[in-house]
Structure formats: structure tokens, C-alpha cells
């Protein structure tokens, strides 16, 4: 299979690595990035994987806030626009408020239960989409929810209108329950704690622990060994968890730490990216105009 310069790119940019070890995990991996980036990670040349989906299209995260009951609940709503400049336009962003609201008091769980929901207005929200694609001329679509519902603390943080998060907390405080959204939106953590992070994940941490082992470690007695590698497993996993990653608000001290300063509790959180794991169409307007002109 043939490496092309793009494929070195994105490994690149996913991996950390050099060109020259980039292009020889690809040719190693017949061109798969992701067992690429796993060659990469036995050899020592590369970290976990940066780069997990690509981030294309536009729009705005929203956010609508609540009580029910004795806990809280929330909603987080991500439509899309051709365009940034759409995006930052005041017909969108009414729009988008407009609809976080009514996902909140709707109940919708899904983007599709959402088209029919009404807005203050009378109007549908697939009514007031269609509008608002009159008005700016682009397409504009309401992509997803994420929402918590319960009798738990909720936390909330949008960031820029580009990154939203929504965590469900037992106990503790509000102030820190935004501070945990704060660091969710910033770190993207995959998981609540080592002990959620799967089975065969942990598996594969091993095997990537064993891989990278020089032949003086493995002179050692076979219990400092297991040691060694249990160490390195402990440590990845808790890069990869929201409680053993350094408090992005204070960074002295683990967000376990600050967790169990406040008396709190994670059970559940959402993140989510404008145009995440929506991959953009490339376009060469040069080529296009000289298509049109009948150059090309």
C-alpha cells in the first residue's frame, strides 16, 4: 500500500512522533493508522492517541439550565451551520437558544423527538430551522442532545459556544461541580475513574507496558517486573480519568482530591464538540472556478 504524505500528517498529528517514525509504523501497519499509533506506542515514540475523531463542521453548543424537583437537569444542544460566520449570526443564535429552551422543557431525548417540539413562538422547531435557513442561506441542522434528568447536582460549562459538558454529581457543591465541567471541557477525560475504564483497554495498556520493557528490566526478578508494569498501568490509567488527572482549577492537587474536599461524587458526565466525528468536505474553489470557466 502506497504511504502518502497525508496519511504521515495525521499520524503525525495524532501520535506526536517524527515523519521518519510515522512513516515507518504506517509501512510496518499497511497504512492503518490506529494500529499504527499502537506500534508507535510499544516502540516509546508516541503517547496515547491525540487526536481521537476530526472536528469539521460548524455551529454552536447550548445550553438550557433547570431544576426538577430536588436535583437538577439540564440540556445541551449542538447545531450545525455551514459556516463560522453563521454561526456567530444573531438569527442563529436566537435560534439556538431558543431551541436549548424548549429541548429543557420538552423532555426530548433525541434531535429527531426535537423537530416537532414548539418554541415560545407557536412555531416548530423543524418551522423555525426552516426559517432561519431563509434568512442566513445556508444549511442549518439540529444535530444532537445530550441531557440529565434526576435528583442529583448538575453541572454545567459551555465554552466559546465550541465545547459543552454536563456532569451529574452526588453531593458537594455547585461552585465545584462547574469547576469539574471546567476541567471535562478542557482535559476530555474518556472516563469517571480507573475502575470504569474497560477490560481490555486495561489489557492493551499491558501489553503496550510489556512491549516497552528493555532487556535490563526484564533481568529483573519476574515480582519487580510485575511491579514495574503494574506501576505504568496505574499511572496511564489515571492520565485517562477524570479523578486522577491534576485539578485544571488547582493544579496541586487531583480532581479525587478535590472531589472528596467537597464531599462529591461523579456518576455520569457528557461532553460533546461542535462537529465532532463530522468530517468536512475539502473544497478547491480555484479548480471549481476554472471548471465553471471551461479551463479545466
Not at 91 to 111: E, H, M, Q, R
Not at 187 to 200: K, Q
Request: hydrophobic content about 40%; glycine content about 10%.
Amino acid at each position: 500500500m502506497e504511504i502518502t504524505a497525508s496519511m504521515v500528517k495525521e499520524l503525525r498529528e495524532r501520535s506526536g512522533a517524527g515523519m521518519m517514525e510515522c512513516k515507518k509504523a504506517l509501512t510496518e501497519n499497511a497504512g492503518n493508522i490506529d494500529t499504527a499509533i499502537e506500534w508507535l506506542r510499544k516502540q516509546g515514540l508516541a503517547k496515547a492517541d491525540k487526536k481521537a475523531s476530526r472536528v469539521a463542521a460548524e455551529g454552536r453548543i447550548v445550553l438550557a439550565q433547570g431544576t426538577n424537583g430536588s436535583g437538577g437537569n439540564a440540556v445541551l444542544v449542538e447545531i450545525n451551520s455551514e459556516t463560522d460566520f453563521v454561526a456567530n449570526d444573531d438569527n442563529f443564535k436566537s435560534f439556538a437558544d431558543a431551541v436549548a429552551k424548549t429541548a429543557l422543557a420538552s423532555g426530548a431525548k433525541d434531535a429527531e423527538s426535537l423537530k416537532t417540539a414548539k418554541l415560545v413562538s407557536g412555531a416548530t422547531v423543524e418551522e423555525a430551522r426552516a426559517e432561519v435557513v431563509a434568512k442566513v442561506g445556508e444549511n442549518v441542522q439540529v444535530r444532537r442532545i445530550v441531557r440529565i434528568d434526576g435528583n442529583n447536582r448538575v453541572g454545567a460549562y459551555v465554552h466559546g459556544g465550541r465545547i459543552g459538558v454536563l456532569v451529574e454529581m452526588k453531593g458537594g457543591s455547585d461552585d465545584v461541580a462547574r469547576g469539574i465541567a471546567m476541567h471535562i471541557a478542557a482535559m476530555n477525560p474518556p472516563y469517571i475513574s480507573p475502575d470504569h475504564v474497560p477490560a481490555e483497554i486495561v489489557s492493551k495498556e499491558k501489553e503496550i507496558a510489556l512491549a516497552q520493557m528493555t532487556d535490563k528490566d526484564r533481568a529483573k526478578p519476574a515480582d519487580i517486573q510485575e511491579k514495574m508494569i503494574g506501576g505504568k498501568i496505574r499511572k496511564t490509567l489515571a492520565e485517562m480519568a477524570l479523578t486522577g488527572q491534576p485539578y485544571v482549577l488547582d493544579t496541586n492537587i487531583t480532581v479525587g482530591d478535590a472531589l472528596k474536599k467537597d464531599g462529591a461524587e461523579v456518576l455520569a458526565f457528557h461532553r460533546i464538540a461542535v462537529g465532532e466525528g463530522i468530517e468536512k468536505v475539502k473544497e478547491d474553489y480555484a479548480a471549481e472556478v476554472m471548471k465553471q470557466a471551461g479551463l479545466a
